[in-house]
Nanobody, 129 residues
Framework: EVQLVESGGGLVQAGGSLRLSCAAS????????IGWVRQAPGKGREGVSC????????YYADSVKGRFTISSDNAKNTVYLQMNSLKPEDTAVYYC??????????????????????WGKGTLVTVSS
């Protein structure tokens, strides 16, 4: 029932931009927060960014802060990740996932919480140098 579908990945040169989309269905969109996680080849999963679909609060990993922007279009049940100034080290499969509710409940939003069972299948971003 719950479904998250990523799109927008592709091949881009270093310094370029891509916008990823995460289309959500099967649940009330603003009841749950959504984030992006990436997995580079041979690496573990790394949290990138998340957003509260309720009040728009955001978190960014230091590695992407100032370059990536997460946004939510609640009318479309879609979360976006605008990625600018891309670097080769951004190369990864990017997944969107439902973020645990303690993110929106936290006083200080110092991290996202990806310990949920709801993930998309991912979209590949390749950044060439």
């Amino acid at each position: 029932e719950v479904q998250l579908v990523e799109s927008g990945g592709g091949l881009v040169q270093a310094g370029g931009s891509l916008r990823l989309s995460c289309a959500a269905s099967g649940f009330t969109f603003d009841d749950h927060d959504i984030g992006w996680v990436r997995q580079a080849p041979g690496k573990g999963r790394e949290g990138v960014s998340c957003i509260s679909t309720s009040d728009g609060s955001t978190y960014y990993a230091d590695s992407v802060k100032g370059r990536f922007t997460i946004s939510s279009d609640n009318a479309k049940n879609t979360v976006y990740l605008q990625m600018n100034s891309l670097k080769p080290e951004d190369t990864a499969v990017y997944y969107c996932a439902v973020v645990a509710l303690r993110f929106r409940a936290a006083v200080n939003k110092s991290r996202c919480y990806y310990d949920t069972d709801y993930w998309g299948k991912g979209t590949l971003v390749t950044v060439s140098s």
